[in-house]
T-cell receptor
Framework: AQSVTQPDIHITVSEGASLELRCNYSYGATPYLFWYVQSPGQGLQLLLKYFSGDTLVQGIKGFEAEFKRSQSSFNLRKPSVHWSDAAEYFC????????????FGGGTRVLVKP | GAVVSQHPSWVICKSGTSVKIECRSL??????MFWYRQFPKQSLMLMAT?????????EQGVEKDKFLINHASLTLSTLTVTSAHPEDSSFYIC?????????????FGDGTRLSIL
């Protein structure tokens, strides 16, 4: 069975500082990996995805993530955070063999200090 | 990116009524749509998988007679919460994807907040 762990429930970061959100997954084969962002009361927006190939993935809004197979991780990073990045971030794992069903991590709430 | 529209965005209704939520993929044909439920400050819980032209597949513990799903076309899936009660109050989110195209992520709607009085 697939599982996703986001160890940090909350992260507070100052505007302009760097951000890293951790994600660890458990899956028998090479998974599809995703990061989504959710603003309060809204749906999820896809930040980036990994299916295969280059393990460093670039996404929207200046985010990137690196797939590390040996560590079963897919951490999300941004060099300089903006106040508008305050939101809930979800890591998710899926697989074509599972009908592209996603398993989500518990989420990390990012607070940005001015 | 792909656009998924969900309607209505907010519903308040009396206990015992049925509520229908629509999920539309606006710019692509979705072979598969997913319905999720999200409780406050929690992650998304998959309720069911909806494939066009076939019966939905429900996750364990989800009552299929309570949550009726119809996927009549490649652009529309509906979730009907029948005889809704206060415990059904939640945030419901749909997503759409194509399974016959490789590397297609799920695209999410903006969600529907359902409040049962």
């Amino acid at each position: 069975a697939q599982s996703v762990t986001q160890p940090d429930i909350h992260i507070t970061v100052s505007e302009g500082a760097s951000l890293e959100l951790r994600c660890n997954y458990s899956y028998g084969a090479t998974p599809y990996l995703f990061w989504y962002v959710q603003s309060p009361g809204q749906g999820l927006q896809l930040l980036l995805k990994y299916f295969s190939g280059d393990t460093l993935v670039q996404g929207i809004k200046g985010f990137e993530a690196e797939f590390k197979r040996s560590q079963s991780s897919f951490n999300l990073r941004k060099p300089s955070v903006h106040w508008s990045d305050a939101a809930e971030y979800f890591c998710a794992v899926g697989a074509r063999a599972a009908g592209n069903k996603l398993t989500f991590g518990g989420g990390t709430r990012v607070l940005v200090k001015p | 990116g792909a656009v998924v529209s969900q309607h209505p965005s907010w519903v308040i209704c009396k206990s015992g009524t049925s509520v229908k939520i629509e999920c539309r993929s606006l710019d692509f044909q979705a072979t598969t749509m997913f319905w999720y439920r999200q409780f406050p400050k929690q992650s998304l819980m998959l309720m069911a998988t909806s494939n066009e032209g076939s019966k939905a597949t429900y996750e364990q513990g989800v009552e299929k007679d309570k949550f009726l799903i119809n996927h009549a076309s490649l652009t529309l899936s509906t979730l009907t919460v029948t005889s809704a009660h206060p415990e059904d109050s939640s945030f419901y989110i749909c997503s759409a994807t194509r399974l016959d195209t490789s590397n297609q992520p799920q695209h999410f709607g903006d969600g529907t907040r359902l409040s049962i009085l």
